[in-house]
DNA sequence: TAGATTGTTAATCGATTAACAATC
DNA sequence: TAGATTGTTAATCGATTAACAATC
């Protein structure tokens, strides 16, 4: 364990859904909103979204809240979104397309320049604005551009072998929705995405009889 | 808090992740397969694998490790996969198409019987051999079938609006994947899946300079 | 048998919640 | 001012990890 863990992971997932709170006040002309507010509109304790905010370091007002440019503005800066990234897309499949043509990634700081595939019947097209090129490109295509990171939507069978290519071509980060873990080197992260655990959650909890809390 | 949690939720969202492991094994004729070998698979401790297991009541033999068939039957039960379920999708856009299309839902016992979207471009049409029907017609398809759960995949400034067409149509149960809180009565669920948190986790990560555990 | 693995109890760790003084 | 809210320290809670006897 290189580097001691600074900033709780609970807190880091949250972060983004304060940011839809915050920027609907922004829009409504607001200039400060309260962690109360914040805390209401998301179901959470107040006393937790004041405390995930200051590890953005932006400081409240008593009486007031926070200010509501600062906050996005830290909360950008804290996740790394104020930075521009690009990313490619790997498996132009159903949920591939769903994320290629997903308007939000933009905002939040990622490009995703290119998607890649090994059906020729993708290869070549064109996905919400997106050049879909076969897989084998991928080498010469982050040679041209720095990439900082790829979305793998593949298949699972194909998952191990789609991301030896992207870590191949020196792409560093992956962010993986296909239904497999992947074994990369050590320099390499990867963020895997299971929407079945969410699944598993709910059917639980409609077995169980109806607990009335939204749950995580 | 009206019962108290028995099992983690944790230990729930893990669950469906030992399940891909244990099926291939299953697929491949093994008998029997140890905390040890899954969580090898997914880069786990075995001590969490084996205590997860503990809570589905399957009993392993030292040296052996666990009977597959019971596990998968185990595990099953407890999410209540082995029930079957019925589902609508509302939103029928790139994400609510592409969960349309998503195979595995049956297997874990979730058949989506028809979907519902405002636009008249959508309305009538068929997506991945579901029907596409106008959302006003919600209460009518609702009363003919005995629904269990709506998957919602709308545009965020939809999604209460939604939310409140299958509460009144008596669905007790929403998987949300729209990008917004919704509020329901008390003895509606309410699974909120929320992706943006995840590429946060990675973007920090990212930042950070690159810790080197596969996180979520 | 020897040794790998289970199952359980105890210890640690991290995340949430409570309490409250400081502030405007 | 009175009172709502911040920011911080302490307490609780839940989840992970360690340790180890029991088992085959």
Redo the contacts between chains.
Sequence with gaps: V??RRL?G?AT??????YL?VIEAAHQEGQEYISGTVIAE???LESIQVRKDIAITGVVGRPRLGFPVVSLIEGIYR????D?N?QGVLVGV???G???L??G?FAQ???SLVAAFDVDPKRVGGDV?GVRVHHLDELPAICAERDL??AVLTVP?DAAQEAAEAITDAGI??I?NFA???VHVP??V????????????????????????D???
Tied chains: 1, 2.
């Design positions: 290189a580097s900033v992971r880091i997932r949250r972060l983004p859904s839809n509109a998301l179901a804290f996740l790394g979104w930075r990234k499949g159903n949920l397309s769903a994320l043509g997903y939000g939040r700081g990622l919400h900082d990171l699972a560093r980060a962010w239904n497999a873990q050590a320099n992260l990867v963020q895997r995405e299971d929407l079945s655990s969410g699944y598993a959650l709910l059917s639980v909890r409609m077995g169980a009889g109806g607990l009335a939204e749950g995580r």
